[in-house]
């Protein structure tokens, strides 16, 4: 059974940066796709960022493009969200998630996704 840790939610000022980390263990598959998403309270779930395991091919959200970056260890089994230039309308809860498949496409649709995470708050605000 995949399991996925988030680490690295913080209160930050505007401007400033975050990295977070998710911890995957337990894989079943050669092939996977982790995915970051984020939901503010009163808001649909919102695909940020993915990355594929088989080529580290990554995809972003047109409102964080630019500003995140994901990244993954040579291992594998550690995933990145650097976040720069947060703004208030980047505070949400986020959580990384997976799904097992050689072929990323249509990695921001939540509902691709078979393994989720706790979530970790990520608070900006002065």
């Known amino acids: 059974q995949l399991q996925l840790v988030e680490s690295g939610g913080d209160l930050v000022q505007p401007g400033g940066s975050l990295r977070l980390s998710c911890a995957a263990s337990?894989?079943?598959?050669?092939?996977?796709?982790i995915g970051w998403f984020r939901q503010a309270p009163g808001k649909e779930r919102e695909g940020v960022s993915c990355?594929?395991?088989?080529?580290?091919?990554?995809y972003y959200a047109g409102s964080v493009k630019g500003r995140f970056t994901v990244s993954r260890t040579n291992a594998k089994n550690t995933v990145y969200l650097q976040m720069n230039s947060l703004q208030p309308e980047d505070t949400a809860v986020y959580y990384c998630?997976?799904?097992?498949?050689?072929?990323?496409?249509?990695?921001?649709?939540?509902?691709?996704?078979?393994?989720w995470g706790q979530g970790t708050q990520v608070t900006v605000s002065s």
């Open positions: 990355i594929s395991s088989l080529d580290g091919y990554t």
């Open positions: 337990g894989f079943t598959s050669d092939y996977y796709v």
């Open positions: 998630a997976a799904f097992e498949s050689a072929a990323a496409m249509g990695c921001l649709r939540w509902y691709k996704y078979d393994y």
